[in-house]
């Protein structure tokens, strides 16, 4: 391995992505609560492991509560709304009776372990991919995976970082308008009087700020080279949402076991060449460079390679080997763990130990001791 | 480089010309200051340089306007870009990205420069503009003048033949300011830039200047040297007034020719009796041990301030030194953890918002946030409303403070001296016996600062205390009588005017520079001038 290999720097952003992906489709895969509790330790450890030291990247506390949450609320319907499916009871609640129209709607009554364990495990489920995404976002740069866009997509991605930057000028004047609005004695006064006294001043500021942007915009040369024809923009337009369109399809399809399968691979193939074309139409009429690209390198393919691998074995293992990954409810009893899935699911962990640690952030002064290279 | 033909412009329904039949050209590697009153059509003037006038402000032009052979009429001002580098007043609302390093290479990723060149150019500029330590900075955390130095490099890197920078200083504080002028004469010096220049406080860059352009208001241009086009202007720094009411031929353009010259008028000046202090009476506002934080940040550490009425304080000292925080808190409206405050027998703090007011008045940064009507009449009304004073009382106050503002304009259509004199008759309608202005001189020109200090005095004879915070000495010369100096949260000087001002070279007048101790302004050595010479 190269000695450059383990140098501080921030991974492509899409990488974590893949990675992430690749958890939460083989998430979806099983409701092993073993399996799945294995694939939340991974994500911890990993986001543990590199996550910088950034805003976004302590929002995977908000998304950890958010996975608990739902677990709670996904256990407590089942025991409000109708949990005897199954023998054993473990609660008898007095059942709520209810008129005659909401027939089918059950409120509380007897509960059974069997629908309690069948909430818990499709929440743990829901809450594992909704840990998935977390972790993509804490270890994803937002602003970078904006700027590694196709150059189709340039002007969104510039659209999107400019409504971010707005957006604490925004707070910012809000604040020092209702701080000013106090020295006019604004405290009296109707309701909506004092909030036009507030909003008008807010939006006059965000207005010439956006006028002194534009302008700066400008004369910077931006929209230089992208002048297209109304015709050429309408083919790539149609041809990326029809592309856009198809992958989703597919993509649900592919998910979810019930469709039909000719709706899954042809229409996640055919979207995925339809949006690509136009993705690439778009792109050569760009004149515009990019000022360091993130490239990928092979610690980045290791990590999109670990994500799709949990997601491959998952995969294969449901089909030769379904009860394993989806423990029967009708006959209670503790779910068993096979070796394969573990070990396919402990392949997510790789990118803790074969990715660089995350660049310094840039308060920190480079100190020599920081070149310890993890074993 | 830059040739305008014939020139003239103007806005759609107006019936007056912003600029009328304007002939000029501007040279390779000169420095040009662009003066005038604010609203004399300078921006308008800069505007049509990269053709951003009238293809991004709409009006009509007639005439030419082209750099480097390519005229402004054919293409927009985004093929400019590689040509003509603009700079704004607010670097932060001109900037499109949030990291240092990006900012600098959004320009050049416009221009589709090859990414080796971009990485070089980069890195060239950081160092140029010794701003190397801060290229992974959000470009919010940065101080102003850092900010508006990364907004003069982000223009650099596109390698442009002329850069243009529009009052690039209004919004720094003077350390700032310095800091950017003194990267803009670097350039000129170094890499030998076409460098056209706005700029309000022009004593800071006439000395620098090669060539300069006034522009009156009425659609003309005045062009030649900066020491032939002051001989007549309205609006000049005290230096070359002084040099007028002096007969100093050439007139001096820096404190260094100013200086050698000055002998014989400093030996001719006669005394003049120091004005009688105000008698030391009963405060109209006393606090002590104020203190206001911030979480574990600390603005005021513990500051004892008494205020009498009908004096006129300064508050000086750098950004951050907790002039705004004080101010504030003495008001009423801001945080204050500790501390007592005294004004008119009660604590304003104390007081709902509509009655402190009615004791302690404060004029805060962004003077137009108070503003909220669509007309000036009724901002007048609403303030009587919200004052308890009779109907008309607020438009009084405004005619004194700025006669002649046409009721029915709206209020952002006013000069920023009239809207100024606008907020100030809305907080005076409730007639507080202290007023308090946070930084009222930002982006203020020449003549509107004589006005302010007119309205100042006005409010101290009325007795009144007035506070102002302030960077700009000279004004503090003309207006205060009493000057506190701030550092880290704690009062550093306090004491009249003349020896707070005289007794430093960081706080010094260009008037005291110049003559040396004892005289502050233009006006007090017109006063000590013997008859003969007067």
């Known amino acids: ?375 | 480089m830059i040739e305008l033909d014939r020139v003239s412009f103007w806005y759609h329904g107006q019936p007056d010309p912003v600029l009328a039949d304007v002939s000029l050209s501007i040279g390779e590697g000169e420095l040009v200051l662009v003066a005038g009153r604010t609203g004399s059509g300078k921006s308008t003037l800069l505007g049509t340089f990269n053709g951003l006038v009238p293809h991004f402000t709409g009006g009509h032009l007639e005439g030419t306007v082209s750099v480097e052979g390519v005229t402004t009429r054919e293409r927009p001002p985004r093929e400019f870009a590689h040509l003509v580098g603009v700079v704004g007043q607010d670097p932060l609302a001109g900037f499109v990205t949030d990291v240092v390093e990006d900012e600098l290479a959004y320009g050049m990723e416009q221009l589709g420069l090859a990414p080796q060149v971009m990485r070089r150019r980069v890195e060239e500029t950081l160092d140029l503009l010794g701003i190397a330590e801060l290229r992974r900075r959000p470009l919010r955390t940065l101080s102003g003048g850092q900010q508006q130095r990364v907004a003069v490099g982000s223009v650099l890197t596109m390698h442009p033949k002329v850069l243009v920078l529009d009052e690039p200083t209004s919004a720094l504080d003077p350390i700032a300011a310095e800091e950017v002028l003194a990267t803009l004469a670097r350039l000129v010096q170094d890499l030998g830039t076409t460098v056209v220049l706005a700029e309000h406080r022009m004593e800071r860059v006439i000395p620098f200047a090669d060539r300069m352009l006034y522009v009156p208001g009425d659609g003309s241009v005045t062009d030649g040297t900066p020491a032939a086009v002051l001989r007549s202007t309205p609006i000049a720094p005290p230096i070359v007034r002084l040099g007028r009411l002096a007969g100093w031929e050439p007139l001096p353009m820096s404190v260094r020719d100013a200086r050698r010259k000055a002998g014989p008028l400093r030996d001719s000046l006669m005394p003049v009796a120091a004005e009688p202090a105000v008698e030391p009476g009963e405060p109209a506002l006393s606090s002590s041990s104020v203190v206001v934080r911030y979480g574990p940040v600390v603005a005021v550490r513990g500051i004892d301030l008494d205020l009498r009425p009908g004096e006129v304080v300064a508050m000086m000292g750098r950004n951050g030194s907790g002039k705004s925080s004080l101010l504030w808190a003495l008001q009423g409206s801001g945080p204050r953890q500790g501390g007592k405050v005294r004004a008119g027998g009660v604590d304003p703090a104390e007081l709902p918002s509509a009655q402190a007011r009615k004791v302690v008045g404060l004029v805060p940064q962004t003077a137009s946030d108070l503003l909220y009507l669509e007309s000036v009449a009724a901002e007048c009304a609403a303030a009587d409303a919200e004052s308890g004073a009779g109907p008309g009382s607020c438009r009084g106050l405004l005619d004194r403070l700025a006669p002649g503002i046409d009721g029915g304009k709206h209020p952002r259509d006013l000069s920023e001296g009239q809207r100024l004199a606008l907020v100030l008759a809305v907080q005076l309608s409730a007639s507080p016996s202290i007023m308090l202005l946070d930084e009222p001189t930002r982006g203020l020109d020449y003549t509107a600062k004589a006005a302010l200090a007119g309205m100042i005095g006005g409010m101290a004879a009325e007795g009144r205390a007035v506070v102002v915070a302030t960077h700009d000495v000279e004004f503090v010369a003309t207006v205060a009588a009493r000057v506190v100096v701030m550092a880290e949260g704690e009062i550093v000087t306090d004491g009249p005017t003349a020896e707070v001002l005289g007794g430093s070279p960081a706080f010094a007048t260009q008037v005291t520079k110049i003559l040396g101790p004892g005289w502050l302004t233009v006006d007090d050595v017109a006063a000590a001038l013997p008859q003969a010479v007067r």
Not at chain 1, 68 to 73: E, F, R, W, Y
Not at chain 1, 330 to 359: D, E, M
Request: aromatic residues 8%.
């Open chain 1, 1 to 375: 391995m190269p000695a450059s290999w383990f140098l501080p720097r921030d991974l492509h952003p899409a990488a974590w992505w893949v990675w992430a992906l690749g958890l939460a489709v083989a998430a979806g895969r099983t409701t092993n609560p073993w399996l799945l509790l294995t694939i939340c330790a991974v994500l911890c450890h990993v986001v543990i492991a590199r996550r910088a030291d950034a805003p976004w990247a302590m929002a995977f506390r908000m998304y950890a509560y958010l996975a608990a949450v739902i677990i709670g609320v996904r256990v407590f319907f089942r025991i409000v709304f109708g949990g005897a499916e199954g023998s054993t009871i473990i609660l008898r609640l007095p059942e709520i009776p209810l008129p005659a129209w909401a027939a089918g709607i059950r409120l509380l009554g007897d509960v059974s372990a069997e629908s309690v364990l069948g909430g818990l495990y499709d929440g743990l489920r829901l809450a594992t991919m909704v840990l998935c995404l977390g972790a993509a976002n804490a270890l994803a740069n937002p602003k970078r995976l904006l700027k590694a866009m196709p150059p189709a997509l340039y002007e969104v991605g510039t659209a999107v970082i400019v409504a971010l930057s707005v957006f604490p000028q925004l707070a910012e004047s809000v604040q020092r308008v209702h701080r000013a609005r106090k020295l006019r004695g604004g405290a009296k006064g109707r309701r909506f009087r004092a909030l036009h006294a507030v909003i008008i001043p807010v939006l006059e500021d965000a207005l010439d700020r956006s006028l002194q942007l534009a302008s700066s915009m400008d004369s910077r040369g931006y929209g230089r080279a992208g002048v297209v024809r109304a015709r050429a923009r309408l083919l790539t337009g149609t041809l990326m949402i029809t592309g856009l369109i198809g992958i989703c399809v597919g993509v649900y399809a592919t998910l979810d076991g019930s469709t039909p399968r000719f709706l899954a691979t042809p229409f996640l193939i055919a979207g995925l060449v339809l949006g690509l074309i136009g993705f690439r139409t778009a792109g050569t009429r760009v004149r515009r460079s990019r000022y360091r690209p993130d490239r990928w390198h092979p610690a980045e393919f290791v990590t999109a390679l670990s994500g799709v691998g949990v997601a491959v074995v998952l995969f294969a293992t449901s089909s030769v080997d379904p009860t394993n990954l989806n423990p029967s409810l009708s006959t209670l009893s503790w779910p068993l763990l096979s070796w394969v899935p573990l070990v396919g699911v402990l392949l997510g962990v790789l990118p803790a130990f074969l990715t660089p640690p995350p660049a310094l952030p840039f308060e920190a002064e480079p100190v020599p001791e920081t070149e310890k290279v993890p074993a």
